[in-house]
């Protein structure tokens, strides 16, 4: 399959575009996953709102901490404000954070008898979880495939890829769910936000090293 520069992609050649592109970033990273560490629901939704502006590295660094501290919802719920700004400051944006997780917490303690809700609907209603937070829990934690995690990276590749022109998280999320077989919906994110990280980078991609560059319509080789 050849790139195609100044052509876009339509129906049935971008869906199989975009099955090819799933099928080369699978060889290439077969491993993929999030690369938040975790071991309930509960650990990972703390993780993925602390990771918002902070990579996941310093957010890995911050959490075996939180976590022994606070092993349950109502453990949070009841953290000083002080104690928990000054455990996630180094994650940036510490104030919001902890307001997000002190509401994140309560309504789980009062609505949800403690345990995290397992659907889109009911997640997204916490305080601090937007949809690309509630997918990464769903998907990652509960086995849940409702939609696909856009962050920066998905976004960005779904455009370099010819994927979508579209900017708007959800907007992005749409496209991939029409372009993308729903058992892969987990996946592809990861395998997106690997290719984003490692090869597909913002300011200087390599596209010298990239399985895609020959059917990628941004390749600059």
Same mark, same amino acid.
């Given at each position: 399959?050849?790139?195609?520069? &100044?052509?876009?992609?339509?129906?049935?050649?971008? @869906?199989?575009? $975009?099955?090819?592109?799933?099928?080369?970033?699978?060889?290439?990273? %077969?491993?993929?996953?999030?690369?938040?560490?975790?071991? +309930?629901?509960?650990?990972?939704?703390?993780?993925?709102?602390?990771?918002?502006?902070?990579?996941?590295?310093?957010?890995?660094?911050?959490?075996?901490?939180?976590?022994?501290?606070?092993?349950? $919802?109502?453990? =949070?719920?009841?953290?000083?404000?002080?104690?928990?700004?000054?455990?996630?400051?180094?994650?940036?944006?510490?104030?919001? @954070?902890? @307001?997000?997780?002190?509401?994140?917490?309560?309504?789980?303690?009062?609505?949800?008898? &403690?345990?995290? %809700?397992?659907?889109?609907?009911?997640?997204?209603?916490?305080?601090?979880?937007? /949809?690309? +937070?509630?997918?990464?829990?769903?998907?990652?934690?509960?086995?849940?495939?409702? &939609?696909?995690?856009?962050?920066?990276?998905?976004?960005?590749?779904?455009?370099?890829?010819?994927?979508?022109?579209? +900017?708007?998280?959800?907007?992005?999320?749409?496209? =991939?769910?029409?372009?993308?077989? /729903?058992?892969?919906?987990? @996946?592809?994110?990861?395998?997106?936000?690997?290719?984003?990280?490692?090869?597909?980078?913002?300011?200087?991609?390599?596209?010298?090293?990239?399985? =895609?560059?020959?059917?990628?319509?941004?390749?600059?080789?």
């Amino acid at each position: 399959m050849a790139k195609r520069k &100044g052509r876009k992609l339509r129906g049935a050649e971008l @869906k199989a575009h $975009a099955l090819e592109v799933l099928a080369r970033l699978k060889r290439e990273y %077969p491993n993929a996953r999030t690369e938040l560490d975790f071991e +309930t629901p509960l650990q990972l939704l703390i993780a993925t709102i602390l990771s918002a502006q902070c990579t996941d590295k310093r957010v890995n660094m911050v959490t075996p901490e939180l976590f022994r501290t606070f092993p349950s $919802a109502r453990d =949070l719920a009841c953290a000083e404000v002080e104690r928990l700004e000054e455990m996630i400051r180094s994650t940036g944006f510490f104030r919001n @954070k902890t @307001k997000s997780l002190l509401g994140m917490s309560a309504a789980i303690v009062e609505r949800h008898a &403690g345990e995290v %809700p397992r659907t889109m609907a009911e997640l997204v209603l916490l305080p601090g979880v937007g /949809r690309k +937070t509630a997918n990464v829990v769903l998907g990652n934690a509960l086995g849940v495939s409702e &939609g696909v995690v856009v962050d920066t990276h998905i976004g960005r590749l779904s455009i370099r890829l010819g994927f979508t022109n579209e +900017t708007d998280p959800v907007k992005v999320e749409q496209v =991939l769910m029409r372009l993308i077989p /729903r058992e892969d919906w987990v @996946k592809i994110a990861h395998l997106l936000i690997f290719h984003g990280r490692r090869v597909c980078v913002a300011r200087a991609p390599r596209c010298g090293d990239c399985v =895609l560059n020959d059917i990628c319509p941004s390749s600059r080789v």
